[in-house]
C-alpha cells in the first residue's frame, strides 16, 4: 500500500533563517506531488506541483521554493523565512488515473 | 478556469439526523469531483469522488454525494449523522483538462449529541 511522510512534525523557526521541509512516498510511481499552506485551519493554498522529476510548477509568487530531486521526493525550501510563512504544510499525491490526492500529516510551521 | 464554493462556514446537526455540505463548481470543461475530510491537526483524507457514471457515489464512513450537472452542485450527504463526523470537510474540483485540483474554503461540520 501507499505511504506519505512528512517530516518535521512541528518546527519554530525564527525570521530570516532558512527552510527545508521533505516529503516522501512509498509504494506508488511517477506520482504528481503538490506542497499545499494552510492558515488558520482553514481553506488551502496550492504552493507548487510536480509532475516529474525537475518539473515544478509555481502556484503563487513568494519566497519559498520546491525540488523534486528523486521520483517520490518532494523538497520545499525557503532560504530567509518571514513571519507570514507561517501556516500548516501540506504535502500530496496522486497519480493520473485515479486523481484523487492523499495528504500526509503535515508540519506545523511557526515563525517567530 | 476553475472554481469551487462552500456557501457555509459552519453545519451544525443533531447526531442521528441527516446531514448535507454543500458545494457548487465552476469548470470549462467536464468535472471531476471529491470532497474530503480534515480532523484537527491532521492531514485531509480522500472521501469520494465523481468522475463518471452514476450521479450519486458513495464514499467511506457512510458518505455519499451526488452530481447535478444542471445545478453544477457536488452536495456531500450521510443519512444518519455520528458525533465523530464532525470534522472540516472540503470539496475539490478538477477540469478534466487541468493539472491540479481546487479546492473551496472548508466546512466545519458539528454533530451534537
Known amino acids: 500500500s501507499q505511504t506519505i511522510h512528512q517530516w518535521p512534525a512541528t518546527l519554530v523557526q525564527p525570521v530570516g533563517s532558512p527552510l527545508s521541509l521533505e516529503c516522501t512516498v512509498e509504494g506508488t510511481s511517477n506520482p504528481n506531488l503538490y506542497w499545499y499552506r494552510q492558515a488558520a485551519g482553514r481553506g488551502l493554498q496550492l504552493l507548487f506541483y510536480?509532475?516529474?522529476?525537475?518539473?515544478i510548477s509555481s502556484e503563487v509568487p513568494q519566497n519559498l521554493s520546491a525540488s523534486r530531486p528523486q521520483d517520490r521526493q518532494f523538497i520545499l525550501s525557503s532560504k530567509k523565512l518571514l513571519l507570514s510563512d507561517s501556516g500548516f504544510y501540506l504535502c500530496?499525491?496522486?497519480?493520473?488515473?485515479?486523481?484523487?490526492?492523499?495528504f500526509g500529516p503535515g508540519t506545523r510551521l511557526t515563525v517567530t | 478556469a476553475q472554481s469551487v464554493a462552500q456557501p457555509e462556514d459552519q453545519v451544525n446537526v443533531a447526531e442521528g439526523n441527516p446531514l448535507t455540505v454543500k458545494c457548487t463548481y465552476s469548470v470549462s470543461g467536464n468535472p471531476y469531483l471529491f470532497w474530503y475530510v480534515q480532523y484537527p491537526n491532521r492531514g485531509l483524507q480522500f472521501l469520494l469522488k465523481y468522475i463518471t457514471g452514476d450521479n450519486l457515489v458513495k464514499g467511506s464512513y457512510g458518505f455519499e454525494a451526488e452530481f447535478n450537472k444542471s445545478q453544477t452542485s457536488f452536495h456531500l450527504k450521510k443519512p444518519s449523522a455520528l458525533v465523530s463526523d464532525s470534522a472540516l470537510y472540503f470539496c475539490a474540483v478538477r477540469d478534466t483538462n487541468a493539472g491540479k485540483s481546487t479546492f473551496g474554503d472548508g466546512t466545519t461540520l458539528t454533530v451534537k449529541p
Open positions: 500530496a499525491w496522486s497519480v493520473i488515473s485515479t486523481y484523487e490526492q492523499y
Open positions: 510536480s509532475v516529474g522529476i525537475g518539473q
